[in-house]
């Protein structure tokens, strides 16, 4: 009887450690980060399976196109947005690790959020979005949350369960102010190997995320202002599978309103990518300093990327890349023109 219950303990214990895969502040993006995902099709997408030691296979999902995740220096941004976002000493709650592309929004046909950055901070407790750079009614401006966005409590881990909400309210011009309510539930519901179509992760965990968003607009032209008119916004689910050592999701579905609005994963794979029409060669392979490009295309860009798709080097053509300071192992370069990507793969001497 006592070999049994050993053993059971033993078996309860390794599951135990297996559950305990953490994310913390060092698994996200830095400043000038780059990813490249695949964009999939959202026809027979499931996200009902979630739990402890689950075996996620998601390996049939089809390749529609390619996107990229880029993570740029609040600097690059325009400089009307950074008044609160690249402001350490004023507004240091507000001082932001790095930009990305934000989403527009059109709210009751009077309000047009254009050419958005969302504005991101690390911390050791979360990841914040703090507030946003945008041109509203076309006119640039900087929107600081006033209760910041938090998108990620820290560390994540199986089991946590959180709930937060942020406000913003910015002023419109010629008609008044836009506002925004966000209640962001943040839930580690799953953990367990994740399959997709460019490789199997043997320990990832499952974050969904469900986003409720109501909009307010406050007209004040003319003698007597309307008074405001809001609008709930179709609630949002996201389902993010995360793994350790890579800076990004591995695996990504948006719901809107119970329907699968979008796919991506990161995806480097060469059996997922039309091969261009040009020629692109290169030499030597496996290489340990300098890679020479032979290639008929002109106008296109070169990116070598590591195995997580994470992009290390993104560059014009030329006739030879310097690999001396990639550390050992394998890599992908990548020629992109405006028909599509060629990838190959080579090793690092």
């Given amino acids: 009887m006592l070999k049994i219950t050993v053993f059971t303990f033993l078996l309860l214990l390794i599951f135990s450690l297996q559950a305990q895969i953490t994310i913390t502040k060092s698994n996200f993006p830095s400043n000038g980060d780059e990813y490249i995902y695949s964009k999939a099709s959202t026809t027979g997408v499931s996200t009902a399976q979630t739990g402890t030691n689950q075996t996620w296979d998601y390996s049939t999902l089809s390749h529609n196109a390619f996107d990229t995740a880029k993570y740029v220096a609040v600097t690059s941004t325009p400089i009307a947005y950074q008044f609160y976002f690249n402001n350490g000493f004023m507004y240091p709650n507000y001082k932001a690790n790095y930009a990305i592309k934000g989403k527009e929004i059109n709210a009751f046909n009077q309000v047009n959020i254009t050419e958005v950055f969302d504005f991101h901070k690390k911390n050791n407790n979360s990841i914040e979005m703090v507030g946003?750079?945008?041109?509203?009614?076309?006119?640039?401006?900087?929107?600081?949350?006033?209760?910041?966005?938090?998108?990620?409590?820290?560390?994540l881990t199986y089991g946590v369960n959180d709930s937060t909400s942020a406000y913003y309210l910015l002023d419109v011009p010629n008609l008044g102010a836009y506002g925004q309510w966000i209640r962001r539930k943040v839930e580690v519901d799953g953990w367990g190997s994740l399959t997709t179509p460019y490789q199997t992760y043997n320990e990832a965990i499952r974050v969904k995320t469900t986003l409720y968003q109501r909009d307010t607009l406050k007209v004040n032209q003319g003698q007597f202002p309307l008074p405001g008119v809001t609008?709930?916004?179709?609630?949002?689910?996201?389902?993010?599978?995360?793994?350790?050592?890579?800076?990004?999701?591995?695996?990504?579905?948006?719901?809107?309103?119970?329907?699968?609005s979008n796919v991506k994963y990161i995806d480097v794979n060469t059996s997922s990518i039309e091969e261009l029409n040009v020629e692109f060669s290169f030499y030597p392979n496996p290489a340990s300093d300098v890679i020479q490009i032979q290639t008929t295309e002109k106008n296109g860009t070169l990116f070598i990327v590591d195995l997580n798709g994470k992009v290390i080097l993104k560059t014009n053509i030329k006739s030879n890349i310097a690999i001396s300071h990639l550390s050992k192992g394998t890599y992908f370069i990548l020629l992109e023109n405006k028909k599509g990507r060629l990838v190959k793969q080579f090793e690092k001497l």
Avoid: H, M
């Fill in 231 to 260: 609008f709930n916004r179709p609630v949002q689910t996201t389902y993010e599978w995360f793994v350790v050592g890579v800076g990004v999701p591995v695996l990504s579905i948006t719901e809107q309103a119970g329907t699968v």
């Fill in 132 to 155: 946003f750079g945008a041109n509203i009614n076309g006119v640039p401006a900087s929107i600081k949350y006033d209760t910041i966005d938090q998108l990620y409590p820290l560390p």
